[in-house]
């Protein structure tokens, strides 16, 4: 039998079916071919936010077996450990039924099922008269979902500025130091060009987004003998397959990249050439002390920057292409001293201070290994250059006979992203990549349309205006480009609940869920009415400092009001967060209705060309829930807000599908790019079709367009990839994308510390802009390192993501439990030695928040000043469907209960949120702990232990066997 | 290994019951024990008593013991088919044997070839269920030499002490039979401590780097596949404490064969009564006794599964 | 019938990649959601939310820290059913339920003879066999007879489970029978070792193993970064190249 071209991921010859399908014939009576599906329905999956293409089959209404889409530009057919337990997360027995209203106190779980119509009028009722009156009382915030357009332009609409997802307590470091820095960002926004690439270093990753599509490029790797280096304190996952496994110490990753920068300058190791045509490197900066406009660009009357000519010994704008710039040197422009960006960075980084030998010992790696690393970097970038044989244009028209490439590249997420100096460390990476000329390049790092932007990207954040029944006047959430873009009063009181755009969080990009609770509670800097949230479980395992978090959620004033005044949650799922609302919305499942991964958010695209995908139902719900956009599009329409109502008033939206079909954000553009216009024939730009959603689920639930060759590379600077972003609306202008090595922004803030400046930070503010917001990346101690005494404190504790989880939801499945149901926390062996424990003894695990304990397992292949643990295992009892004698919650603990949210007290006595102080991104990994021996009486059980939720009515008791299948395999066998 | 209860039992009471069996199969046919109803009665129906009690408790561990019959299939690659076989054929010959010996009183002629028919087939039953145990490559403590001379000097043991028990009680007994239960224990006992001596010195060539066909240096487990434990760690991973298997070694050494020994060699001599009453006492003690050697068996034999786990 | 054929027409199994695999279970749960609904369906899970939920699975990821005197290395461990050559827990078992298929060498359970002895799990040296207490049987990886001649499927996707979800390509399917099959020639090209040989059930299946530490490492021949030797040092090379 012949075999067809090809498809998906695993395709290797290797990996083929046979070449001779036809069943033996054996004669055991074995059916080798038995029906498997009466339909088989191609949607996106919902186990992870990775949004990989799934064929759900099913058989008798039920869902018999879900794979990875073959087609699917994201997964190509492959499947994680998540996706393919998809079924149990579907039939959970933590499915929530109906709404529920509270009856009992709060955090109790106890409520009493109420009808839709109810939930509508009392949400309907309370926020109608909070628009009436002032829309920043209502605080809306969504956790992991993925139709943050919808929600933001909902809040934009209502006329709050008290939005955000999750972004902020996740990874918005990686966001922002990416687009403020190269106008993308690493995170599933870019990806390493695996096909080509034949150096990746890998820092900080342990299974986060994208966690396919690296799973897949890894496998490339390996299957070509491409060297991987990883930089991560755990030996984990992907660092378990790592050629070279780095156990850096937390935190300090910014110093040993800069060592690597310290080291390439010195050998001439960077692509000048790169610098000068993609790069600030060669824009003048002013240098003068005390100017109130001393670290700013020089710029012409137009605004232009500009740079020194070498030949014509003049100044000329820095965009012009026949130019000759400096790229080092000092200049006198119209009487102001001013050097190139690129001489303060060889300033800077060339120092002393920045060698492999003065880092070494706080980054826990030998400074030869640092220097092989470095030599290693410099010998792929520059003497394995690759070049692909195809001809492309750039923007000023240059044509190019082939595309040539660097093949180092880099990947970095969270280990980087949650400390305190994340956003410079994320800088520092992106300066690494930048100065071995890398960065969309053959072999390098890729950007997924629609990035790159101009970094930072438009637009500014909205919300400096709120006035009753009036919408916003942009989106919520932006990118601010200087002090006047901040949402601060005129004393510099944030406007802000989560203090975003504050000067305690100026870049803060995706806001700061993570402060929203503690913030509400204190009213400051305002008391609110409602706080409404979507699917993260602020209650457990989202927040830091758990106990206190619950303490304020549950907290009444004097007259024994909730300070809290009232929470609406929705999720599908019985969470420990559900019991804390006082109306609760049930959603559905992911197979249970429809979602747009969308150009507008999310989309996914990759490096070769952009996309986006849908959800829509392949299964009928079987209890009384509603798609939670659905609810908020209802919701919308009854309190009439503007973009929800027709002009009669009469409901805009019949449903989310409704909406992602006919919504447009500006004309021609809505939430899918794909089958556009009348009739379907446009892409990106054009009318809305009735019948999108019918091409998507023809086409296997996804649209992806494949760029021509010549678009796919240097897309910050070639003219037929920017023609054609600026056709789909991704930017505005067919210009060219310039590296931000230095922050112009970042300086202004700086300025603004000195002083400078019509919005000024108050005084106690100032040194700390002054220092943080560096317009190069530099680095320093995470915070509750330098303010804890280290001897007492002398680890540091982390918490990875299991590969087979996603946050909390896998405890609820059956089968993705099974794997992992209690977490160890993993002790070095030599550590655990001079501390005197020995494997599977019990320990409390101690920081200046608190205390946790849990079970310790002994490892080689971790930092040994580091202590991890899987995250989110833990449970508390009576929630997700467990029974009480589960190990989640008697074994299983919860770092997050020693987390912090507050920083030290600083000499002010002002505690800010344990955050980035640049971005206000959460700094999980900054937590410093010692581990001390429990005694013999408290070993086997983990403390602190929670009060029992009550369940919701008609909860049934989670089974005793569970037999998914056998139903399947008892109809076959009847029917033979 | 788990110790399982029905398989402790079974293996335990069917020894003692084909020891039995084939010693009075042997004596009795060829009218070395005289044909005495009552007598042949009880000693018959203790025998086939046993095995019956023995092989009914090891569908105790099956899952489907109504497919028990399909056993009987596979003799020629299963040695527990073929135990099978050969436990249901040897009471062909038993029965014969026991209706001849002890309805007709008969010896010799076809009650004896009965007889001996049924003793070939006890020790061929003991032999395949010894080889049970001794095949399995993956259980070094059983894949040994020590395991089917093991079976059937343990089966030729309690089967001795049961005989004279009986014999004794029946006051037919004789100090030839005492001092052969006593060799015989005291063969048991020395191959045990044999044997516990070759197993505690075994030099097993499956290592978790061979489990893991990872070369060289020390291979540690990380992290189970699942937190809880699962089949094969219950059935399989089973493990015992140093101390605990020292203080059951001795155990086993005191019931299964230090006493017996001890009841035995004071019984020589003594009036019929006393020899009666020790004779039985070291019969139940060792049986005892054996309980604890074969729960120590599985116990202290370890799967090469558990190098998987790290165990 | 338990006793082996003399000979398969082929030897089907699996080619596990050690130094490619992430622990990521996909494997696993791709393996439980296809087979708990297929030939040997359910694969029953007891206690499913409770504090001693076990369920039957066909395919189970260790993880190990391997430690030699070059280096340590995280090793992720897919463990299933090897489909040995020469199997005891085929021979060993009394009823013909386990048996091994001469057209393709898959060791299957026919589960409607199975007693439930469990004496083949005993045999079975790597814990490749799993009793499901619910219904009294054991069971076990099929290597998707189910699927890898499956009509109803589309042609592509007639391989293991396992192999069709396997985020690395860690996962490698054919016949190891045939010297020029490419699951033979990856073995050959990579070494591939079988486990426990020393039992000597001759397994199909065979494992890649790590590449770190080894001389088939990913390795790049960088010399020691030198200095720029121009006057002016760094900026001196800087002006120099761009003047060039």
Redesign the interface.
């Known amino acids: 039998m012949s075999q067809g071209a090809p498809r998906g991921a695993n395709s290797a010859p290797s990996q083929r079916p046979l070449a001779d399908t036809r069943a033996p014939d054996e004669g055991d009576g074995v059916d080798t071919s038995p029906d498997i599906s009466d339909s088989i329905a191609k949607t996106t999956c919902y186990m992870c936010a990775c949004r990989c293409g799934i064929d759900v089959h099913i058989k008798d209404g039920k869902v018999r077996y879900i794979n990875g889409n073959k087609d699917h530009p994201v997964n190509r057919g492959v499947i994680c450990g998540k996706g393919s337990a998809g079924i149990m997360q579907h039939y959970s027995p933590a499915r929530l039924k109906k709404p529920l209203l509270r009856t009992g106190p709060r955090g109790s779980g106890e409520f009493r099922e109420i009808e839709w119509e109810e939930a509508f009028s009392i949400a309907t009722e309370r926020l109608s008269a909070i628009r009436r009156t002032d829309p920043k009382k209502l605080a809306f915030f969504t956790g992991r979902d993925q139709s943050q357009s919808l929600t933001g332009w909902w809040a934009s609409q209502f006329g709050t500025p008290n939005f955000a997802a999750h972004g902020g307590f996740c990874s918005v470091n990686m966001a922002a130091g990416g687009l403020y820095t190269i106008g993308g960002s690493f995170w599933e926004f870019g990806e390493p060009d695996w096909d080509n690439t034949k150096y990746f270093m890998l820092f900080g990753v342990a299974e986060d987004h994208d966690s396919n599509p690296i799973k897949i490029g890894l496998g490339k790797l390996k299957a070509r003998g491409a060297k991987v280096v990883s930089i991560n304190p755990c030996r984990t996952g992907y660092n378990a397959i790592a050629d070279d496994w780095i156990g850096i110490r937390p935190g300090t990753d910014g110093l040993f990249v800069f060592a690597l920068i310290h080291e390439l300058l010195k050998a001439g190791c960077v692509d000048l050439d790169y610098l000068l045509r993609y790069t600030n490197a060669h824009v003048l900066v002013i240098q003068e002390q005390n100017a109130a406009d001393d670290g700013l660009f020089v710029r012409d009357a137009a605004g232009n920057p500009l740079a020194w000519d070498r030949m014509a010994k003049t100044q000329v704008n820095a965009t012009d292409a026949s130019a000759k710039p400096a790229l080092t040197g000092s200049f006198t422009v119209d009487g102001r001293r001013c050097v190139p960006v690129f001489q303060l960075i060889a300033d800077r980084y060339l120092q002393e201070s920045y060698s492999p030998d003065m880092v070494a010992e706080r980054c826990g790696v030998p400074a030869d290994t640092i220097r092989r690393i470095a030599a290693e970097l410099a010998h792929v970038a520059f003497e394995q250059a690759i070049e692909l044989p195809v001809a492309w244009t750039d923007w000023p028209g240059r044509r190019h006979e082939t595309i040539k490439g660097r093949p180092v590249a880099m990947h970095a997420m969270r280990g980087i992203s949650a400390h305190s100096n994340g956003f410079h460390t994320c800088r520092a990476i992106h300066l690494l990549q930048v100065l071995l000329g890398t960065v969309d390049v053959p072999g390098g790092f890729r950007f997924k349309p629609p990035y790159p932007r101009s970094a930072p990207p438009g637009p500014k954040p909205a919300g400096r205006h709120v006035k009753p029944m009036t919408p916003l006047e942009g989106m919520p959430l932006g990118f601010v480009c200087g002090p006047d873009d901040l949402l601060v009063d005129e004393g510099g009181t944030p406007l802000r609940i989560d203090k975003a755009y504050s000067w305690d969080a100026p870049l803060a990009a995706h806001g700061l869920m993570h402060t929203v609770i503690r913030n509400a509670w204190a009213g400051d800097p305002y008391p609110i009415d409602t706080l409404m949230m979507y699917m993260s479980n602020m209650a457990w395992n989202s927040s830091m400092n758990t106990v206190e978090t619950i303490a304020m959620l549950t907290d009444t004033d004097e007259a024994g009001n909730y300070k809290i005044p009232f929470i609406i949650y929705s999720d599908a799922y019985y969470s420990e967060t559900v019991p804390f609302a006082d109306l609760v919305l049930p959603d559905t499942t992911y197979l249970e209705r429809h979602d747009c991964i969308s150009l507008l958010d999310r989309p996914i695209s990759h490096a070769d060309g952009p996309g986006d995908a849908i959800r829509h139902p392949v299964v009928e719900p079987d209890r009384d829930v509603r798609p939670f956009q659905t609810v908020l599009i209802e919701l919308g329409a009854r309190l009439g807000l503007p973009g929800f109502v027709n002009e009669d008033g009469a409901a805009k939206y019949r449903d989310y599908a409704d909406y992602i079909v006919n919504h447009e954000r500006t004309p021609g553009i809505g939430p899918l790019a794909g089958w556009r216009g009348k009739d379907g024939a446009l892409v990106g730009n054009g009318e809305p079709n009735p019948d999108q959603l019918q091409r998507y689920i023809d086409n296997g639930g996804f649209w992806h367009h494949d760029f021509s060759a010549d678009q796919r590379y240097y897309k910050m600077a070639n003219r037929s990839y920017l023609d054609f972003a600026v056709q789909m609306g991704f930017i505005a202008k067919a210009e060219p994308i310039v590296f931000q090595l230095y922050s112009e922004p970042m300086q202004r803030f700086r300025l603004a510390g000195r002083g400078h400046g019509r919005v000024l930070p108050p005084e106690s503010e100032r040194s700390r802009i002054e220092t943080c917001m560096d317009p190069l990346p530099f680095w320093y101690a995470p915070f509750e390192e330098a303010a804890v005494d280290l001897q007492k404190y002398p680890l540091h504790a982390l918490t990875q993501r299991p590969m087979h989880m996603y946050h909390s939801w896998g405890s609820q499945n059956a089968w993705l439990r099974q794997i992992t149901s209690q977490n160890r926390l993993f002790v070095h062996h030599r550590t655990a030695a001079s501390l005197g424990l020995v494997d599977d003894d019990w320990v409390w695990i101690e920081s200046i928040n608190g205390r946790v304990k849990g079970q310790i397992k002994l490892v080689d292949g971790v930092n040994p000043d580091t202590v991890w643990t899987w995250n989110a295992i833990g449970k508390r009892r009576g929630s997700w469907g467990l029974k009480d004698d589960a190990a989640e919650s008697n074994r299983g603990f919860l770092l997050n209960h020693i987390i912090g949210d507050q920083t030290s007290a600083d000499k002010n006595g002002k505690r800010y949120s344990n955050s980035d102080p640049v971005t206000g991104q959460a700094a999980w990994f900054d937590l410093r702990v010692r581990i001390v021996k429990c005694a013999a009486e408290e070993a086997g059980f983990t403390e602190p232990q929670f009060e029992r939720f009550q369940q919701p009515p008609h909860f049934e008791p989670a089974p005793d066997k569970l037999r998914f299948g056998a139903e399947f395999r008892m109809k076959r066998e009847a029917a033979e | 290994m788990h110790p399982a209860f029905s398989v402790v039992f079974f293996t335990t009471a069917t020894g003692a019951g084909y020891g039995l069996l084939a010693l009075l199969g042997v004596l009795g046919g060829v009218g070395a024990i005289p044909a005495d109803f009552w007598l042949g009665l009880i000693s018959m129906g203790l025998a086939l008593g046993l095995i019956a009690a023995g092989l009914l408790s090891s569908t105790g561990h099956l899952g489907r013991p109504e497919r028990a019959w399909r056993a009987f299939s596979q003799w020629r690659s299963s040695w527990l088919s073929r135990e099978g076989v050969a436990s249901v054929v040897t009471f062909v010959p038993a029965g014969l044997f026991g209706i001849g010996w002890v309805f007709f009183g008969h010896t010799g002629g076809w009650v004896a070839i009965a007889g001996l028919l049924a003793a070939i087939g006890a020790v061929v039953t003991v032999c395949t269920t010894g080889m049970i145990y001794a095949s399995l490559k993956p259980i070094a403590q059983w894949h040994s030499r020590y395991t089917l001379p093991g079976y059937l000097i343990f089966s030729a043991m309690t089967g001795g002490v049961l005989l004279n028990a009986l014999l004794q009680f029946f006051a037919i007994g004789s100090n030839t039979l005492l001092a052969g239960c006593v060799l015989l224990t005291g063969l048991g006992w020395g191959w045990k401590l044999a044997t516990w001596r070759y197993n505690d010195r075994l030099e097993i060539p499956t290592t978790a780097n061979t489990a893991t066909g990872l070369a060289g240096g020390t291979v540690r487990s990380m992290e189970w596949p699942h937190t809880e434990e699962n089949y094969l760690l219950k059935e399989m991973g089973f493990r015992i404490a140093r101390k605990h298997s020292v203080r059951l070694r001795q155990i086993a050494q005191l019931l299964a064969f230090g006493l017996p020994i001890v009841l035995l060699l004071a019984a020589f001599g003594l009036p019929w009564l006393f020899v009666a009453v020790l004779s039985i006492l070291a019969a139940v003690i060792q049986f005892a006794g054996m309980l604890v050697e074969r729960w120590l068996f599985f116990a202290e034999a370890k799967h090469t599964v558990t190098l998987y786990y790290g165990r | ?4 054929p003399a000979h398969t ?2 030897r ?1 199994g699996l ?1 596990i ?10 494997c ?3 393996c ?8 040997m ?17 066909f395919n ?10 070059m280096g ?6 897919p ?1 299933s059913c090897l489909h040995c050559e020469t199997p ?1 827990c ?8 386990s ?1 091994k ?4 060498g898959i060791v ?1 359970i ?1 589960e409607d ?7 083949c ?7 490749a066999r ?9 069971k076990k990886c099929t290597l998707c ?2 699927r ?6 589309a ?5 293991p ?1 396992c ?13 190891l029978g045939d010297p020029l ?3 033979s ?2 073995v050959a090209e990579r070494g591939g ?9 001759h397994p199909t299946n065979k ?1 890649l ?4 530490h080894t001389t088939r ?12 030797r ?1 006057e002016g040092g ?2 001196g ?3 120099r ?3 060039n």
């Open positions: 019938m338990t006793c082996l027409d082929k089907l080619v990649d050690l130094d490619t695999c992430v622990g990521c279970q996909a696993v749960t791709a439980k959601e296809w087979n708990t609904g297929g030939h369906a359910p694969l029953t899970d007891i206690d499913p939310y409770g504090g001693n939920v076990d369920g039957v699975w189970r990821v260790h993880s190990y820290e391997h430690t030699t005197e340590g290395r995280t090793v992720n461990f463990r005891a085929v021979t060993v078992c009394p009823t013909g339920a048996y298929r001469a057209s393709d299957l026919d003879k199975c007693i439930g002895c469990k004496l799990s005993w045999a079975c040296p790597y814990g799993e009793f499901d207490t619910d219904v009294g049987v054991m007879v189910d890898i001649y499956n009509d109803n499927l042609e592509d996707d007639r391989v489970a192999v069709a979800a396997c985020p690395t390509s860690a996962r490698h399917f054919g016949d099959s490419a699951v020639q990856l070792v079988d486990l426990m040989p020393e039992m000597g059930y494992y193993p790590p590449r770190a490492a990913a390795s790049v021949p960088a010399p020691a970064l030198e200095p720029v121009t760094f900026l090379w800087v002006d190249m761009l003047s």
